[in-house]
Each structure stands twice: as structure tokens, then as C-alpha cells.
């Protein structure tokens, strides 16, 4: 018995030991908190060899950087996703960053995971000329002469269609407007309508978002193996939709066919299939993952805010007035939604739909009196300035009308698209997707929560069990 105590108490003191080794053999990889050469690295902790602090990342989210905020300030040092990264929580120092860009020694810096399974020509990783090229032929899909001419009245006829037949029945709005999402974006990119296609396309997609935010641990099993086999599958169709286009004469009026007619008149540089392919999955992605929380979310704070539903309620009929049922909004209405488009931003603000943007450097970068080496990457962390009360009084508070008494969009520090030289091609036409989901949806619907309804804010936005509602004729 004697024996077997002292053995228990030899391993647990050998894992101790060991651990303790391991955690300091990270410190030191990463300079102990001080370079040799080039300065001082911020304070900070770098967790265990490979995996450093990402376990603690992933559980805790806000927590976890709040706490090392506290201990810390607001620029520190950590190892989260693979790499050795430092977090920026101040606002100004975020501004300069996203601004400087490329000529400040920063370019994107996405993980590993999301670098593999989004593809090396997706707009969010690539910079330099590949960057102007990939970011030009996006602008050209959704230009607002192109939102005005042909994507909004394809989302207005694809809302109109999609919300057909709600009422009396109880609906996850959390899967509803997942499927609306990936169908919208589907119809305008390819002309998919729903069917075998589509559902094939979505069950790859859920798991190669999953994929996006994990650990590069290419072993059967892990979310990052699955992502990049959804990936695979989703290349194969995507290839097979570029060689049918290519072997039929027929006109479709989508992004696809732009995309497979630019650079054919030597105005643009002309975009390879992988390119298209590449371009393609970051429209689909981004789109689906922001418009879908949003659109969720802001039907959950409609709901538990009535004045508002109230007021975006009113600010829709009167633009129903006088139009037949099946009659479209225009262009010139859609940007006369002065509140709905409150009610996005707000929504956006405090769901934290993103909570940051990851940077990585091309050289030592000084920061605040620090030197961040190069390859490291920096983590401009926007959450925090959401719940800014200097810059959003009550930031707790769902406030949609702050967004009218000032124009909040020119403010130094908005940051809810990126900035600079990447602030997010798609915003209008994101938004104009979640104004014409909201304008069906509040003109024809009144609903209420039906049971428990979870909401998990991080590592993304999303009801576990669904966000359930009973809806009723307006």
C-alpha cells in the first residue's frame, strides 16, 4: 500500500515537474517576455508548445481576453490557433493599424485552418497586387449600380419567396435564415435555386465553417481534417458548374458569368479558375456566416425590444403604402430605411456578429513603446470597442436610435466592416439583403419566443438549440 502511495505521488509530482518544464520551455522559445535583438516584447503568457493558450481561447472567448486585459493592459502577448500572436484592445492603436496596412509592415494574418480550408486566393488572406486584383472583381459584382440594377430585386423576389407561409407554425429562426442566407447568396452568385444542389452545397459548407476556426491538425476526426474534405467536395462542384458554363452558350445574369466574362475585353487582368473558385467560396462564406447571425439576432432583439419593432414596423408600412403585394422595394427606398438600418448596425454592435480581424507582420513592427516580431501575428481586437461606453453610452443597452442622433459611421473607431484599404466590400449589399429580410418579415408577421432560447456569443454567434419562435399573421 506504502508502495503504491509513493509511486501515485511520484507520477503526480513527475507531471508537475514536466509541465512546469514544458510551459517554461515556451516562454523561453518566445523570448521570455524580451528579444535578444530589437526590444521588448509586450507581457503576455505563450501557454504550452503547440497548442499554447487556444483551449482557454476557444472555452472562455471575452473572458479569457478580459482577464489578461486586467492583468496585462491593453496590449499583450499570447499563442492562440498556432501561432504567437499579441492582442491590440486599444481603439486608437486598432485605427492606425487596419489604416497603415501593407506600408506598416501588416498584412493579413488568418489562421492556418482558415488560410487551407478558405483557400490561398481568398480576398481576406491575399495581398499586394493578387489583393487589388481579387478586390477589384468583387467590387465589380457589387458596385452599387450592380445593387441597384440586378442584386436587389433578385433579394427582393428571393425574400418575398422565402417567407411565404410562416404564419402558424412555430419556426427556428436560427435555421431559417441560415437556409435564407446560402439560397440568396446561391441564386445571386449562381443562379442556384433550392433543391439536390444546394442542400449538397450546404452540408459541406456547415462543416467547412466549422473547419475555419480550429487547430491544423490534418487527422480524421478533428473539425480542421473535416473542413478541409467539405472543401474538396465543395472545389469538385464548384469546378463542374465552371465547365458546364464554359460548354454551354447560354446567358446567365450572375456573379459566376461576370466573373468567367472578366478580363476578356483586357481592361482586367483576366482571373484563373482557382481564382474564380477561390472568390467564389469567400462570397459564400462570408455572406452566410454574417447575414445569417444577424438577421437571427436582430430578430431576437426586436422581440425583446418593442418600441422597436414598433418603430421599424412603421418605418416598412409606409413604404408598403400603395404597393401591391408582390410589387418590389426600389433602390431609393431601401436607402431611405433610415431606422432598419439602425437597427443592422446595432445589431451588429452588440451581438459582436466579428470580433476582430488578425494581422500578421512582414517585419518588426514597434507598437506602444513593444516590438512585435516578424511572422507574429496581432489580433486587432474590435470587441471591446463595441461596449466602449465612451463611444456608446449604455453599451449594454440595445439602442438602435443612437445610430440617428449622430453619424456613427464617419466615427474615427467604427469598426463593424474593418477598415482601411479592407474594410468589407460587401457591406451594402449585406445589408440590403438583412433590410429586405426584415421588410417581409415585419409587414407580414407578428411572433413571439416560444421556450428557452440560448444564445452562445463566442467563438460564434449562434443558438445551440435553435432560436424559436410562434409566428402569426400581422
Known amino acids: 500500500m506504502a508502495l503504491l502511495l509513493l509511486v501515485m505521488v511520484g507520477v503526480v509530482v513527475g507531471v508537475v515537474v514536466a509541465s512546469s518544464l514544458l510551459l517554461r520551455w515556451n516562454e523561453v522559445r518566445y523570448g521570455n517576455g524580451r528579444r535578444k535583438e530589437g526590444g521588448c516584447l509586450p507581457p503576455g503568457t505563450m501557454g504550452w508548445p503547440l497548442f499554447g493558450e487556444t483551449t482557454e481561447f476557444l472555452k472562455q472567448g471575452p473572458s479569457f481576453m478580459k482577464q489578461r486585459r486586467l492583468r496585462y493592459g491593453r496590449l499583450f502577448r499570447t499563442h492562440i490557433l498556432g501561432c504567437p500572436t499579441v492582442v491590440c484592445m486599444d481603439p486608437e492603436l486598432n485605427r492606425r493599424m487596419l489604416l497603415q496596412g501593407e506600408a506598416g509592415g501588416l498584412v493579413p494574418g488568418y489562421p492556418q485552418s482558415m488560410l487551407d480550408i478558405l483557400g490561398r486566393n481568398n480576398i481576406a488572406a491575399v495581398h499586394g497586387p493578387l489583393h ?30 422565402h417567407l411565404q407561409g410562416w404564419a402558424g407554425a412555430v419556426v427556428d429562426v436560427q435555421a431559417k435564415t441560415k437556409e435564407m442566407a446560402l439560397l440568396s447568396a446561391l441564386r445571386q452568385i449562381a443562379g442556384i435555386t433550392a433543391g439536390p444542389l444546394s442542400d449538397a452545397l450546404k452540408t459541406e459548407l456547415c462543416t467547412l465553417v466549422l473547419g475555419t476556426i480550429s487547430l491544423p491538425i490534418n487527422l480524421p476526426g478533428t473539425s480542421y481534417y473535416q473542413g478541409f474534405q467539405a472543401r474538396t467536395k465543395l472545389v469538385s462542384m464548384l469546378e463542374q ?76 408600412l409606409d413604404i408598403r403604402k400603395g404597393k401591391s403585394p408582390e410589387e418590389a422595394i426600389s433602390y431609393e427606398e431601401f436607402k431611405s430605411m433610415a431606422f432598419t438600418r439602425a437597427v443592422i448596425f446595432e445589431t451588429l454592435r452588440l451581438a459582436t456578429v466579428v470580433n476582430g480581424l488578425l494581422r500578421k507582420t512582414t517585419r518588426d513592427v514597434e507598437m506602444n513603446g513593444y516590438v512585435i516580431p516578424k511572422g507574429w501575428r496581432i489580433y486587432v481586437y474590435t470587441r471591446e470597442i463595441n461596449y466602449d461606453p465612451s463611444m456608446y453610452p ?75 419562435i410562434r409566428v402569426q399573421d400581422y
Open 394 to 468: 449604455d453599451p449594454m443597452t440595445f439602442n438602435p436610435w443612437r445610430w440617428l442622433e449622430k453619424n456613427m459611421e464617419s466615427h474615427p473607431h467604427f469598426m463593424l466592416f474593418g477598415g482601411g484599404g479592407r474594410m468589407c466590400p460587401g457591406k451594402e449589399v449585406g445589408t440590403a439583403e438583412i433590410a429586405t429580410f426584415l421588410h417581409y418579415f415585419v409587414t407580414r408577421y407578428r411572433w413571439e419566443e416560444e421556450g428557452k432560447n440560448t444564445i452562445l456569443k463566442f467563438p460564434r454567434v449562434e443558438a445551440p438549440n435553435g432560436l424559436h
Open 241 to 316: 458548374m465552371i465547365a458546364e458554363r464554359r460548354s454551354s452558350d447560354d446567358v446567365h445574369d450572375d456573379m459566376l458569368d461576370a466573373l468567367l466574362r472578366s478580363g476578356g475585353d483586357g481592361a482586367r487582368e483576366k482571373l484563373s479558375d482557382e481564382q474564380i473558385i477561390d472568390l467564389l467560396i469567400a462570397l459564400i462564406y462570408s455572406g452566410y456566416e454574417t447575414m445569417s447571425t444577424t438577421s437571427m439576432m436582430a430578430v431576437k432583439y426586436l422581440s425583446d425590444h418593442p418600441r422597436a419593432l414598433d418603430e421599424l414596423r412603421r418605418e416598412h
Open 132 to 161: 487589388r486584383l481579387m478586390r477589384g472583381a468583387m467590387l465589380g459584382l457589387v458596385r452599387p449600380a450592380m445593387l441597384r440594377q440586378s442584386l436587389l430585386p433578385k433579394i427582393d423576389a428571393f425574400m418575398r419567396d
